[in-house]
């Protein structure tokens, strides 16, 4: 057994990890640590919390970093990206790892703005944004919608230039935020906006020049998708002519500053005056040569056999009008013979088929038939009343009375039951059937062949 007083000099996996973590916690060197390395292990959580590794040639650290930190940097990190971030080291108690918790990211050797720009330059690209079809631009608007800050230079030159080169349209200003982390969804809700209420026929969107940063909500990608999903065509002009940003690539047109936006949404009126002269003359002397062409061929028509002898035209039309008109009786007398012959060969037909024959022939099958029918039943009734006569014969030579009349006589008792033999004798009274009457005896004596004794 241990002793207890060597037991309490131990201490729990916990109560050491608890101490350790103290120390890292309370470390003035480990509480806001600068750090570069590869970043490895990154597979990104959407809406979540990131967790990967960052490493050099010789060691590795796990790192963390929360949702609302992740939210704030620009670009997306991606596995082997080499970065600088900052944070703090500390120890996960349950598992006795320790951490590096990273409140901020860039890119090492590029800045993160412009390696967020590329990345959705890429992913834009590849989505086929960029090669989608331009919406052409209105040849002579009457409205335009200006997407800008309301107390910047873009409003006042495009407003500027506009009056000068067409002053019959009408500048509307949808003013948003153009700079800040609020001014892409201040862009897109006014881009929306212009067409919600679909009575525009150009929309401008830009704002004047500055740093990455501050052209920054142009390269965001809410706003080019909304740029991209807008009906009205886009003119972009954001920043100075050596600045490109995403909003310049999706936009229909991109203008280098916003008096060029200007000078591409409307024409120069009096050039456009000028070209309608211009255009109205040519119509005249088109009109003109046609009107002349067309009296050239009236003379000609005037002079043609339609009006100086119209009789002519329809003389070749009467013949052929008269020609027909005999085609036609012609036909009509051929389809008339034609139809006279099928109906005296159908009328023949029809005769030879009609019921008239038929009933006449079948009445004189049923005249023999029943002249037939009669000698056959007058021959059966002679055979019937021969056969009969001969029955009458044999029945009469068989007839008891025929037997009687020849001397022979039966006997019966006096309850007339037929007496063949003496045995049947039980009385004394009989009666003697001729064939002229009966005699009623009294047997006096019974004599039988067997033994001629008296009965």
């Known amino acids: 057994m241990v002793n207890d007083s060597v037991t309490s000099d131990y201490l ?8 350790i973590k103290r120390k890292f916690d309370v470390d003035p060197y480990l509480s806001k640590v600068y750090l570069t390395g590869e970043i490895s292990n990154f597979r990104l959580r959407p809406n979540a919390h990131q967790y990967f590794s960052l490493k050099d ?16 940097i ?12 900052v944070g703090h080291i500390s120890l996960y108690e349950p598992t006795g790892s320790y951490q590096i918790y990273v409140d901020r990211m860039e890119p090492d050797g590029v800045g993160q703005l412009y390696q967020a720009y590329e990345q959705l330059k890429k992913k834009l690209a590849d989505e086929g944004l960029f090669d989608l079809p331009k919406k052409p631009l209105t040849k002579f608007p009457k409205q335009i919608a200006v997407v800008t800050s309301p107390s910047g230079a873009v409003i006042r030159d495009i407003i500027t230039t506009v009056r000068r080169r067409y002053p019959i349209a009408q500048i509307v200003l949808f003013p948003a935020l153009v700079q800040g982390n609020e001014a892409s969804e201040d862009i897109v809700n006014q881009i929306h906006r212009v067409n919600g209420l679909g009575n525009f026929d150009t929309l401008i969107v830009g704002r004047g020049g500055g740093s990455i940063e501050d052209l920054w909500p142009f390269n965001e990608e809410n706003v080019a998708r909304a740029i991209v999903g807008s009906r ?18 999706v936009a229909d047109v991109r203008a280098a500053t916003p008096t060029a936006a200007a ?15 211009t255009t109205q003359n040519r119509i005249i002397n088109a009109t003109y040569q046609i ?12 002079k043609s056999t339609v009006f100086t002898t119209p009789q002519r035209i329809y003389e070749s039309f009467s013949q052929r009008l008269d020609l027909l008109v005999q085609h036609l009786y012609n036909q009509s007398d051929r389809i008339t013979s034609k139809r006279k ?20 022939e079948q009445q004189q099958k049923l005249s023999a038939l029943q002249q037939r ?19 009458v014969a044999s029945l009469d030579h068989l007839s008891p009375l025929k037997i009687l009349s020849r001397g022979y006589t039966f006997t019966t008792d006096e309850k007339d039951q037929f007496i063949s033999q003496v045995a049947q004798l039980n009385t004394k009274a009989i009666k003697v059937h001729f064939s002229d009457g009966i005699v009623e005896a009294t047997v006096s004596k019974i004599t039988k062949k067997e033994d001629n004794q008296d009965g």
């Open 12 to 19: 729990t996996v916990s109560a050491l990890t608890k101490y």
């Open 57 to 72: 040639d010789r060691a590795k650290i796990s790192a963390i970093m929360f949702k609302s930190a992740f939210n704030r």
């Open 74 to 85: 620009k670009f997306t990190p991606e596995e082997g990206m080499k970065v600088l971030v």
């Open 232 to 249: 009205i065509p886009v003119i972009s002009s954001v920043g100075h002519e050596t600045d490109t940003t995403i909003a310049d690539l």
């Open 263 to 277: 000078e591409l949404a409307v024409p120069r009126l009096d050039q456009v005056l000028v070209d309608l002269k």
């Open 291 to 302: 009107i002349q062409q067309e009296k050239l061929r009236l003379k000609r028509l005037q």
């Open 341 to 360: 012959e099928k109906f005296a060969d159908l009328n023949m037909r029809l005769r030879l088929v009609a019921p008239t024959y038929t009933i006449k």
């Open 373 to 391: 029918l009669k000698q056959s039943a007058i021959q059966t009734i002679k055979n019937n009343q021969h056969q009969y006569q001969m029955l």
